[in-house]
């Protein structure tokens, strides 16, 4: 069943229940037509023999009798046991009761039907009740044929059967096209859908008019295109970036071993050319490294070795970590006590996360640098401030998009990824990265990472 398209399933649900509810009402409408002819068939029955009792009693029974006979129907009156008493002329001298019945019907009235029955053709109902004449009980039976019941019923039979399939085909056609607008709007939106195209992805899903679960299903998948659009405008901006940065180093690094292989005049112009190409390579290992954490970053894979890390002597490595380039550029880096201070994280990311902060502060910061750490609500925010110019307007939300960089008073020789890799390794801690402009003067980028117990 789920092979069949949809319409054509739609379709024949309808026509089940369809077929359902005209067979019910056939039904009905056959039983109520059956029960109203019986009903008028009864009252006809019990009006005649109304007549033939009231004739019993006050006139020529005989006579009476005979007068009342009818067309397709007749009248006898009984003794108590069965015997005629008086009788229509086309049934002679033949009770059409038992002395049973007769004796019956002496106490008390009731209706039966009978196949066959002398001068009626056909089924024929009977109706027996008493009657008072002359001081004695009598037994007053009139009958009516059913032909004309029968008749009717069978045209009708005739008319639901042949109409019914009718009109249970009429509606399923119908429902087969409503189903086919009903869906129309989707066929619109698979047909938009197949032209869409990585070159084309600016496109949208046309969306029906009514406010439907159709027209929203549209937006959900509009929006859906949309994060789909972005993400590969993301993709395509990444690798044109990537592209970018890899092919300087590489074309440094092409050009200095040219240069050594075309003109170096003895070994030590040959190993600073070499000096030079290592650090270059140095570079594209960085960067590649670099690119592989924010991938794996993306795809949800990025490793954690989680363990319980003091936050104090995570910083007392940094400030270690940081002491030759700190004395090198004239400037200072003070971290601030963070004792009994603990995060759950992974210490080679983390320590990845803090030093790319603080290279972007003696990169693109000035004056003295400071790490400080705090704890609220169950997190510790680690800051990294610096005392420069502060981030260029605007800039502060894409400062953790891959590549990104300031106006040229902030650029230096990093890729653009120090701060993207930042968020990456917060995310992937269960937590966030934040870049503001200190009141006074001055970058402070901080992360946000759950607290430990520990």
């Known amino acids: 069943m789920t092979r069949v398209p949809i319409r054509l399933r739609v379709t024949l649900a309808f026509a089940v229940v369809m077929a359902v509810v005209l067979t019910a009402l056939g039904y009905f409408i056959y039983a109520r037509f059956d029960t109203e002819l019986s009903e008028q068939i009864d009252q006809s029955l019990r009006t005649h023999g109304d007549d033939i009792a009231a004739l019993v009693a006050h006139r020529d029974l005989g006579r009476s009798v005979e007068l009342l006979g009818r067309e397709e129907s007749f009248a006898q009156v009984l003794t108590p046991d069965g015997r005629i008493y008086a009788t229509t002329p086309q049934l002679g001298n033949n009770s059409q009761l038992t002395p049973a019945e007769a004796a019956r019907a002496a106490q008390g009235s009731f209706i039966v039907t009978r196949a066959h029955v002398r001068s009626i053709t056909g ?14 009980t009598y037994v007053v039976l009139v009958a009516a044929s059913l032909d004309d019941r029968n008749e009717s019923l069978r045209n009708l039979r005739t008319i639901l059967l042949i109409g019914g399939p009718v009109a249970l085909l009429l509606a399923s056609l119908a429902g087969y096209a409503v189903a086919g607008t009903a869906l129309r709007p989707v066929e619109a939106m698979r047909r938009r859908a197949a032209d869409i195209s990585a070159a084309e992805s600016d496109q949208r899903l046309p969306l029906p008019e009514a406010d439907d679960e159709l027209r929203r299903l549209g937006e959900t998948l509009n929006q859906m295109l949309g994060r789909l659009e972005a993400a590969l405008e993301r993709e395509r901006t990444f690798v044109d970036d990537a592209s970018h940065e890899l092919r300087t180093p590489l074309a440094l690094h092409k050009t200095e071993l040219e240069l050594a292989l075309r003109y170096a005049k003895g070994p030590d112009e040959l190993r600073a050319a070499i000096s030079s190409a290592i650090v270059e390579v140095d570079r594209l290992s960085e960067l590649a490294e ?9 795809q949800g894979k990025l490793e954690l070795d989680l363990r319980p890390i003091g936050v104090a002597d995570m910083l007392g490595d940094l400030r270690e970590r940081f002491a030759g380039r700190i004395a090198e550029s004239s400037r200072s880096l003070v971290i601030e006590p963070a004792n009994g201070l603990t995060v759950e994280a992974d210490r080679v990311r983390l320590d990845q996360a803090l030093t790319n902060m603080v290279e972007n502060a003696l990169q693109h910061g000035a004056g003295e640098i400071t790490v400080r750490a705090s704890e609220a609500n169950g997190e510790v925010a680690i800051h990294v401030e610096d005392r420069g110019s502060g981030f260029p307007d605007g800039f502060i939300d894409r400062a953790f998009e891959r590549f990104s960089r300031g106006d040229p008073a902030r650029t230096g020789n990093g890729t653009g990824l120090g701060l993207a890799i930042v968020e990456a390794i917060a995310r992937a801690h269960r937590g966030s990265a934040h870049a503001s402009n200190r009141d006074g003067a001055g970058a402070d980028v901080w992360i946000e990472l759950p ?3 520990a």
């Open 123 to 136: 089924q024929a109902r009977l109706l027996a009740r008493p009657a008072q004449g002359r001081g004695q």
């Open 290 to 298: 670099d690119l592989l954490v924010l991938a794996r970053s993306e």
């Open 451 to 453: 607290g430990s117990s």
